[in-house]
């Protein structure tokens, strides 16, 4: 299991010219990062063609030669995350233009740490326009429904990612998962 300092440090090096650094954090965190895109994918309906190792594969390409102005472990989970979700929202516009109605169904704004029964997936590209919204009107609120739903991280984990306090997280994703929820429901119309 990778520490916290060994991350640090790797983007360290990264950001000051060392060739295996790349390589090296790759190591070092891939099992974190297929064990996030495994739990993303827990809620996914059988038949997907996108697999939680190509996922993280596809994630990395996108992280690996942007990772200069990531400064810590926390930073690079929050970045690697977004990277998923981008990855997600550009397979499900792919599988969409491809057949339409053809939007697989991942996302589910309960995490296993949540009081309550299942709740049906989401769109993966609906969830990632209305991310997209959301940011826009609150930052934080959308990173804490990243790194809760994507991330898998408990209200701690997020709250030390984010550098705010557990009240503020337990506070942000009650209003969050509300407006989320709101915002993707089926319109009567």
Do not use: C
């Not at 090096?13 to 993303?40: F, I, S």
């Not at 704004?109 to 709740?119: I, S, V, Y």
Request: net charge negative; proline share 2%; no cysteine.
């Amino acid at each position: 299991m990778e520490t916290r300092t060994e991350v640090t440090r790797l983007l360290d090096d990264l950001r000051h010219g060392k060739e295996d650094a790349g390589v090296r954090l790759l190591g070092l965190v891939y099992d974190e990062l297929k064990g996030l895109a495994g739990a993303v994918f827990s809620a996914q309906r059988g038949g997907h063609t996108l697999q939680p190792t190509a996922l993280v594969h596809e994630a990395w390409l996108k992280l690996a030669g942007n990772l200069e102005p990531v400064t810590n472990r926390v930073h690079f989970y929050r970045v690697a995350a977004r990277a998923m979700r981008q990855v997600l929202a550009d397979h499900a516009r792919k599988a969409q233009s491809d057949k339409r109605g053809g939007g697989a169904r991942a996302v589910t704004l309960n995490t296993d740490l949540d009081a309550g029964g299942g709740e049906e997936g989401l769109d993966l590209l609906e969830f990632h326009d209305s991310i997209e919204r959301l940011s826009s009107l609150n930052q934080r609120h959308a990173q804490v429904v990243e790194l809760r739903v994507l991330g898998t991280l408990t209200i701690a984990e997020t709250a030390e990612a984010l550098g705010v306090s557990h009240g503020t997280v337990e506070t942000d994703w009650r209003l969050a998962r509300a407006w989320m929820r709101r915002e993707l429901r089926p319109s009567d119309d």
